[in-house]
């Protein structure tokens, strides 16, 4: 039973893993398109135009690990039976 336990522990803390590097490549991806835009002496207004983008990434990480999550609870269940 313990082994159970700790193995999704350890599933948990790999998926939490995964979403933070997800997450810092999207700021990564939004903090680049930005540096460029100041960088070109444009300001902040150009890098609006790749907002869809920006939330986009953004909703696909949250879904995927929505998705994940439930899984990984929806599986522990059926491990304890």
Same mark, same amino acid.
């Given at each position: 039973?313990?082994?159970?336990?700790?193995?999704?522990?350890?599933?948990?803390r790999?998926?939490?893993?995964? /979403?933070?590097?997800?997450?810092? &490549? =999207?700021?990564?991806?939004? @903090? *680049? !398109?930005? /540096?460029?835009?100041?960088?070109? &002496? =444009?300001?902040?207004?150009? @890098? *609006? !135009?790749?907002?869809?983008?920006?939330?986009?990434?953004?909703?696909?990480?949250?879904?995927?690990?929505?998705?994940e999550?439930?899984a990984?609870?929806?599986?522990?269940?059926?491990?304890?039976?």
């Amino acid at each position: 039973m313990k082994t159970n336990s700790h193995d999704q522990a350890q599933q948990f803390r790999k998926l939490i893993k995964r /979403a933070a590097l997800a997450y810092s &490549g =999207a700021i990564g991806i939004v @903090a *680049l !398109a930005l /540096a460029i835009s100041i960088g070109h &002496g =444009a300001g902040w207004k150009p @890098a *609006l !135009a790749g907002m869809p983008l920006y939330v986009t990434i953004f909703v696909a990480i949250t879904y995927q690990l929505v998705k994940e999550l439930r899984a990984l609870k929806r599986k522990a269940p059926e491990d304890e039976v």
